[in-house]
């Protein structure tokens, strides 16, 4: 007996119905379709069999990356509310049910996102200059070195909380839209979300954003598909 494999609409972005062709690219195992109801259409990759891509971590982890560059390259053709991995639909006909009930708030989304691009804002911890405690320092004055050292410690961090709060005060008072994510191994992100005409102007502000976190390295990476604001 064969084994059995689940075919479902397996999606990656929606993006606005244009008569202007689309370049759909290869999908992860198969080629790429749309499924267009009114004005709203999604890009589907219809034949593919989802179990097969967990058979291995080296499988799973190459199907993530062709998912993420499948939605860069639409993005670079169209404003695009890219998906999940793993995202999938059932059947064409809950696809397109899907795709009824949600157009009027997806249109309207992606109205406010064409031309826009999501820029990481990164914040890397300086490290704090340890001062070391003199060998010859002994008993009492040696535990009390150490314990000026770790409030020192604290003080270093306890400014940079204050910086990274700065920060977003200041990001809220831009036209900016943006998201703040959870830090990861001290690792500081915010989510910008701009007008990709605009990069050199983000750029420039990130000079001002650095001396308002003398504590932190800023830096802003290339723009992306919205990720964190669909």
């Known amino acids: ?5 689940l075919f ?15 370049v759909l690219p290869t999908g992860i195992t198969g080629s790429l379709e749309l499924v267009r109801i009114n004005q709203i259409a999604a890009v589907v990759e219809p034949d593919l069999a989802f179990e097969t891509l967990q058979a291995s971590d ?22 695009v509310l890219p998906l999940r991995f793993g995202t999938r639909f059932v059947s064409r006909e809950k696809l397109i049910e899907h795709l009824e009930i949600h157009e009027a708030a997806y249109l309207k989304k992606l109205i406010q996102l064409t031309g826009k691009a999501e820029y990481p804002l990164k914040l890397i911890p300086v490290a704090q200059p340890e001062p070391s405690i003199d060998a010859t320092v002994k008993g009492r004055d040696y535990f009390l070195a150490k314990k000026q050292r770790i409030q020192t410690q604290a003080d270093w961090q306890q400014q940079q909380q204050m910086e990274r709060s700065c920060l977003a005060q ?6 900016l839209f943006f998201q703040e994510a959870e830090p990861n191994e001290g690792i500081e992100r915010f ?40």
């Open 58 to 79: 080296e499988r799973l982890i190459q199907a993530v990356l062709i998912h993420d560059r499948i939605i860069r390259d639409l993005f670079n053709q169209t404003a």
């Open 191 to 230: 989510y910008l979300l701009s007008d990709r005409q605009n990069e050199d102007l983000l750029l420039k502000s990130l000079e001002s954003w650095q001396s308002v976190c003398p504590h932190w390295e800023l830096s802003i990476g290339e723009g992306l598909p919205p990720y964190h604001f669909v």
């Open 1 to 5: 007996m064969g084994v059995f494999r």
């Open 8 to 22: 479902v609409m397996y999606t990656y972005t929606f993006l606005a119905f244009s008569p202007d062709r689309i």
């Open 170 to 175: 200041v990001l809220a008072q831009t036209d």
